[in-house]
């Protein structure tokens, strides 16, 4: 049973950083694939950065070039570093994992098999 926990949300001003962490359990190994979604005023998850077991990481247009994602596999922990936010980031935040074989970094393509509780992200 994967699961999948969240940290590091809050709130902060605008122009300023803030790193998201997930730290998955339950994985029988190391080829899965991770991204972060937040929550759109509809109430849908939106992807906005993906990363895979071989480095790969891709981004929505809204936060390329703020945003990266990375990974320490010794921690078996996702992280999404969030730097240049914006009130428009302000959301709830979260890590899903996408189980499948052979899964690569698409925010497109992502397909989320295990979710996490999600964190708060606040900009003013």
């Known amino acids: 049973h994967v699961q999948l926990v969240e940290s590091g949300g809050g709130s902060v001003q605008a122009g300023g950083s803030l790193r998201l962490s997930c730290t998955a359990s339950?994985?029988?190994?190391?080829?899965?694939?991770v991204a972060w979604f937040r929550q759109t005023p509809t109430g849908e998850h939106w992807p906005v950065a993906a990363?895979?077991?071989?480095?790969?990481?891709d981004y929505a247009d809204a936060v390329k070039g703020r945003f990266a994602i990375s990974r320490d596999q010794s921690k078996n922990t996702w992280y999404l570093k969030m730097n240049i936010l914006k009130p428009e980031d302000t959301s709830m935040y979260y890590c899903a994992a996408d189980l499948r074989r052979g899964c690569y970094a698409s925010v497109r393509r992502f397909s989320p098999g295990a979710w996490g509780q999600g964190t708060q992200v606040t900009v003013s």
């Open positions: 339950g994985v029988s190994d190391n080829k899965y694939c």
């Open positions: 990363g895979d077991n071989d480095g790969g990481t």
